[in-house]
Every structure is written in structure tokens, then in C-alpha cells.
């Protein structure tokens, strides 16, 4: 257990649709960091927060969002859902905003869009 | 923006032998270089990681290597066993003490299989 929760675990929704992924950090962990994993693309980085700002982005369409509260959780929006955004979504924290210290992942949710 | 190649992207090996994967970058900034074990359906979970100051890390049956002016680094696990079958990714990222942003880049991965 790496200490980082993601709610929820599976999330079957349409095309369409908008859902809202969670994520909590491990204890102390300012820095909460989004990434995709799907069978052709491999593990994508999608944006970065720390300490309740946004510090890096990747390849994150418009249509996905992000945000991190005072208590540290972030919360991964997706909007106008497609087929192809079927993956599992990963967060992983770190204590720091720079990339030199480990990142811990999450379980992952994974996300199919009918 | 950085880059990361990865290879092999499927290794079999038999029990007890050894298996590299190598990487190389595209960003002589990258400065950590972590490795990552997947399991089917599981989260990534760091295995050895290395920073642009170290050439080479071990950890019992694993280490690493890095070479910066070429810049690739390589994954070696020795004596492999069937739980060692498994994804690994490597990656890197421009990360610095005080650095604003630190995000992963990674490997498109690489299958592991053990046979006993």
C-alpha cells in the first residue's frame, strides 16, 4: 500500500458523459501528479499541482481538468467523454514539487466509456 | 520536451537467467531516472531509481546504470525469477531541489517473462 487513495476503483459511464475522478496523497505529500495508462500509449503524464497550484502540463485534452483543494485531495474532471478516454487513470504524490524525489501511485480507476 | 525510448518491448527469459532493458533520453536536463514494476492491473511501484550524479545503483538482484553522454541508462535484474514477469517502465524527469515541476516521462515499457 503506497499510501495514495483513488475513488473510484471502476467507473462504467457513456459517451457523453462527465465524471469525477479522486485522489488523496500520502500524508505530508504537497505535490499530486495525473497520469493515463492505456494499452497503446503507455503511462501519460497529464498535469501536476502542488500545494493547490497548477505546475506542469502534459498531454491533457481540453476537455479534462483538474484541481487541488486546501486538504491536498485533487479531483480529475472529464468532460464530453469519448471511447478512446478508456484507461486506467493513475495519481501519484511526492512530497515536493521537483521531480527528483519518488513518486508513490495510486491504485488507479479505471475508466470505460460505452 | 523530453522524450524516452525504451527496449526491448517484450523480453522472455528461462529462470535464473539475467535481463537487461536499456532506455535512452532526449533531454540532457533530466537529471532522476526512476524504474517502475507493474503488475497486470496494478499500480506502478518503484524498483531502483537513479540521479545524473551516480554511473551505477544496485539493490541485491537489481541495478542500474547510466551513461550521460550518451545519455541511456539500463535496468539489469540477475538470477531472475518467475516473479520478477511483470511491465517495467522506465522514465525520467528535469528534476532539481527547488525546481518548479517534476513530472515523469516514460517508457512505452517493457513485458518481462521468467519461465521456470
Known amino acids: 500500500d503506497s499510501g495514495v487513495t483513488q475513488t473510484p476503483k471502476h467507473l462504467i459511464t457513456a459517451t457523453g458523459q462527465r465524471v469525477t475522478l479522486r485522489c488523496s496523497p500520502r500524508s505530508g505529500d504537497l505535490s499530486v501528479y495525473w497520469y493515463q495508462q492505456s494499452l497503446d500509449q503507455g503511462l501519460q503524464f497529464l498535469i501536476q499541482?502542488?500545494?493547490?497550484?497548477?505546475?506542469a502540463k502534459g498531454n491533457i485534452l481540453e476537455r479534462f481538468s483538474a484541481q487541488q483543494f486546501p486538504d491536498l485531495h485533487s479531483e480529475l474532471n472529464l468532460s464530453s467523454l469519448e471511447l478512446g478516454d478508456s484507461a486506467l487513470y493513475f495519481c501519484?504524490?511526492?512530497?515536493?514539487?521537483?521531480?527528483?524525489?519518488?513518486?508513490?501511485f495510486g491504485p488507479g480507476t479505471r475508466l470505460t466509456v460505452l | 520536451g523530453e522524450n524516452v525510448e525504451q527496449h526491448p518491448s517484450t523480453l522472455s527469459v528461462q529462470e535464473g537467467d539475467s535481463a537487461v532493458i536499456k532506455c535512452t533520453y532526449s533531454d540532457s536536463a533530466s537529471n532522476y531516472f526512476p524504474w517502475y514494476k507493474q503488475e497486470l492491473g496494478k499500480r506502478p511501484q518503484l524498483i531502483i531509481d537513479?540521479?545524473?550524479?551516480?554511473g551505477e545503483k544496485k539493490d541485491q538482484r537489481i541495478a542500474v546504470t547510466l551513461n550521460k553522454t550518451a545519455k541511456h541508462f539500463s535496468l539489469h535484474i540477475t538470477e531472475t525469477q518467475p516473479e520478477d514477469s511483470a511491465v517495467y517502465f522506465c522514465?525520467?524527469?528535469?528534476?532539481?531541489?527547488?525546481?518548479?515541476?517534476?513530472?515523469?516521462?516514460f517508457g512505452k515499457g517493457t513485458k518481462l517473462s521468467v519461465k521456470p
Open positions: 537513479i540521479r545524473s550524479n551516480v
Open positions: 501519484a504524490s511526492s512530497p515536493s514539487a521537483s521531480g527528483s524525489n519518488e513518486q508513490f
Open positions: 522514465a525520467a524527469s528535469i528534476g532539481n531541489y527547488g525546481g518548479s515541476q517534476g513530472n515523469l516521462i
Open positions: 499541482y502542488y500545494n493547490g497550484e497548477e505546475r
